[in-house]
């Protein structure tokens, strides 16, 4: 079996409370390490905290907003407190921010949102982080970009621009910081909050939707792959999960058996 050598880990996941970030919680939780859950919704993340340790779990939650420096310092430097020390950062926090909606129709205050949370979010977690992922042995971070890092949905251009750049902190980060493994997962549409809402669908029609949908607990596996030593080798690596639709051209392509 394969031994991903996350036992006794110490983690810290922003965006805790819901979707991936909750999720991943689980898994990290089921493989022995110490899960520090950050998010700005107190109530939520306190919840999740909660069933984890109801569970016999080695869980923590800290409230903080993504876009605030200050408690982004506070908050890291208590995970890190807890355990004493850090190894492991996975930056979940993310929002969609406008849907459906052009340039010409999205506010300034709207679009900065969008890069405040989504890449600025992972900027202040990676600057008050990465001094003390340096300190441990297997120091590695893991990003939630997306395939739009590569690819842009109709009308969500500031998430589209925001995951661009967070591809590209993934790898500057990796370089300035080479004690640490920068890494960035890039999936296409999973099974959240979050995509619920932005595509109008309930868990019914998620379940019979006419595309590839990624459940949770599938990328979960991606990101606990990335965090592990086991993938030692990466770094300033975007794992793209997208069911191989970036892999195909334009040109028609014909039909093979099987
Ligand atoms: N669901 C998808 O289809 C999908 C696909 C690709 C990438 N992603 C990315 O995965 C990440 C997680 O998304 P999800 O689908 O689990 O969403 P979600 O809405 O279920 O969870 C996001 C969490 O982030 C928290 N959050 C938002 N803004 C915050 C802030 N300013 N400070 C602290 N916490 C904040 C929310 O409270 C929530 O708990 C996001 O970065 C998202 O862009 C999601």
Known sequence: MLDLLLNGASVLITGGASGIGAVCAEAFARQGAAVALLDRDADNVEAKVVAL?????????LVADVTDDAAMALAVNQAARWRGRLDIL?????????????????APAEWAQVMAVNLGGVFHAARHALPLLE???????????????????????PYSAAKGGVLMLTRALAVDHPRVRVNCVCPSVVDTPMSRTDLGMDAVQMAEAPFPVIAPAQLANHVLFLASPVSAPMNGAALIVDFGYMAR???PQPEFGG
């Open 90 to 106: 996975v930056c979940c926090a993310g929002i969609s921010g406008p849907v459906g909606r052009t340039a010409p129709d999205i």
């Open 249 to 251: 051209p334009s040109f």
């Open 53 to 61: 340790r109801a569970r016999g779990h080695d869980a923590l939650a």
């Open 135 to 157: 300190t441990s042995a297997h120091g590695s971070m893991v990003v939630l970009a997306s395939d739009s890092s590569f690819v842009a949905y109709p009308g969500m251009a």
